[in-house]
Every structure is written in structure tokens, then in C-alpha cells.
């Protein structure tokens, strides 16, 4: 079995990205991280991005609006966002407050500036395998770590556990394009799927993404499968000092051995959605820059 680091994979992305930013003369690229509210996790995550950023050498403007900012106003900050030409790209943090349609709020910023690729125009640009758009950093991620662990998807079954916009339907639509790397024969999978540890057993990847914590167990893993764990969740843990200790939505003690590949919680798919969020951060400015 083989551990897929995503740590170390995530580290090399930030480094080519460093280096390619140094060489960037002029203005630097441009992030907008929008945090309404003070959810831990929420403030957890934007400090992560913003930490980062400036290690690659990207600009971040951190805007902590309100709790209270009514939808209106969101609506107004990120319209404001779309027009400053200094701002590249644009992340509003969710979850957001009950008052905020959330995906309203993604469908308002720019397709050029989604670098987050929650909108409606790159998802469809996803769906159309066309490259000018931006995919949402977990399943761009997802992809990241296969490649870069010479897991090609050609001709593989690719059984996708969950079915969010967020993980689930992109990641599938990018296991399918015609593309190195690519071209998977893709199983979506969720709560409603009959006999789901029968369709499981068939992956020869699983991607797993349906936010239960240790839900998959070794009776749904085929011998020789790589696994992929998207999930993070919290369960209580009177050992930890937190209360809690972080787990995936895979049981790792089980599936493991069974594996060829797998990646762990924390430290798999976590760190590299943070480093596509600037790979696309970087994306948008070159394709900005050339349309000036």
C-alpha cells in the first residue's frame, strides 16, 4: 500500500507556483477572500489561504463583512469586486450566514474571476472540456494528486461516492474528459444508490465524498483499488486535547491494506485544494492580462 502525500504533493505545486510568480513583472495577481462571520472552521480555512498566498507571492485582500450584511449588500461588495480591475480573482468562504443564497453569491462572480469554479459558466465549461474555464479546487485537486502519483484513469472504473456540486459532480465530469490522465468510466454513486458495497467493490478508483464519517468499509473496496477520502470530519475524541479527532470518510484502519494507493486524513486531498485555489489565482491573471 502506498500513501499518497498530499503534503508533499501540495508543497511542490506551491514551489512551481512561487517560482513562476517571482518572474511575473509588474502588478502581482490579485486574491479577494470575502469572510462573512466567524465560523472556526471559516476562519481557519481563509487564514490557510491567505498564509499561503503570500508565500507564493499572490496579494490577497482579506474582506470580513458583517454577520449581519444582508444578501443585497453581498451581492453589492462582489460587484464592486468584479469591476477592480486590480482583483483577479474572487472566494467568497462558505457556509455563509442563513440571510445569504449562497449560490446566487457564486453565480454573481465573474466567470473570469470564479476561481473557486462554483458557478454556473465553469461548471459548464467543465462539462464541455474546455480549458479556459476554472475547476472547483477540490476535484481539480483530486485530479492534481492521481497525476501526480502516475494514476492514469484510461479505460479505469472510477466509482465517485457523493454527488455535491462541490466534489461529486465535477470530479466526475473530469474523470470522464478525453485528456491524459483521463478518460474514466465513471459510477456516481449516493444515498439513494441500491446495493452500494456491489457498485464500491467494482472501482478501481473510489472517490469518496459523501461526508459520513468512516463510512466506507473494507467489504466495499476491491484488493488493489486507490482510494481517495475527501471527507474531514469531527468525532469525539476524549484522548485529544481539542475534544475531537479529524477522520475521513473512509475507515483507513480497514480499507488500507487493501489499497494500492490511498490517501489519508488530514494530510491527502485538504492541502491541495488550497494550492489550486492559487493555481487558478494565477490562471485568471494570465488570462486577464491577456485580454487587457
Known amino acids: 500500500m502506498e500513501l499518497i502525500d498530499g503534503n508533499k504533493i501540495a508543497a511542490a505545486l506551491i514551489a512551481e507556483l512561487k517560482a513562476e510568480v517571482a518572474q511575473i513583472a509588474g502588478r502581482k495577481p490579485c486574491l479577494a477572500l470575502v469572510r ?5 472552521a471559516s476562519v481557519s480555512y481563509v487564514t490557510k489561504k491567505e498564509k499561503t498566498s503570500a508565500e507564493i507571492g499572490i ?12 444578501h443585497g449588500e453581498l451581492i453589492a461588495l462582489i460587484d464592486r469586486l468584479n469591476a477592480d480591475p486590480t482583483v483577479d480573482g474572487i472566494l467568497v468562504q462558505s457556509p455563509m450566514p442563513k440571510q445569504i443564497d449562497e449560490v446566487a453569491i457564486f453565480r454573481r462572480i465573474a466567470p473570469g474571476k470564479d476561481v473557486d469554479g462554483l458557478g454556473t459558466m465553469n461548471l459548464g465549461k467543465v462539462a464541455q472540456d474546455d480549458e479556459t474555464g476554472f475547476v472547483s479546487c477540490t476535484p481539480a485537486g483530486i485530479m492534481e494528486l492521481l497525476a501526480r502519483s502516475s494514476t492514469d484513469l484510461k479505460g479505469k472504473h472510477v466509482v465517485v461516492l457523493g454527488r455535491s456540486l462541490i466534489v461529486g459532480k465535477p470530479v466526475a465530469l473530469l474523470a470522464l474528459q478525453k485528456k491524459a490522465g483521463a478518460n ?15 457498485i464500491t467493490r467494482q472501482a478501481d478508483v473510489l472517490i469518496a465524498a459523501i461526508g459520513r464519517p468512516e463510512f466506507v468499509t473494507a467489504d466495499m473496496v476491491k484488493p488493489g483499488a486507490v482510494v481517495i477520502d475527501v471527507g474531514i470530519n469531527r468525532v469525539p475524541d476524549a484522548s485529544k486535547k481539542s475534544g475531537y479527532r ?8 480497514t480499507v488500507s491494506p487493501l489499497c494500492s494507493q490511498i490517501t489519508p486524513v488530514p494530510g491527502g486531498v485538504g492541502p491541495m485544494t488550497v494550492a489550486m485555489l492559487m493555481k487558478n489565482t494565477v490562471k485568471a491573471f494570465r488570462l486577464g492580462a491577456s485580454t487587457d
Do not use: E, K, M, W
Open 36 to 40: 462573512v462571520g466567524d465560523d472556526p
Open 59 to 70: 496579494s490577497s485582500n482579506v474582506i470580513l463583512p458583517p454577520v449581519t450584511i444582508s
Open 184 to 198: 474514466g468510466t465513471v459510477t456516481i454513486c449516493h444515498s439513494q444508490t441500491r446495493d452500494l458495497p456491489a
Open 246 to 253: 479529524l477522520v475521513g470518510d473512509v475507515h483507513f484502519a
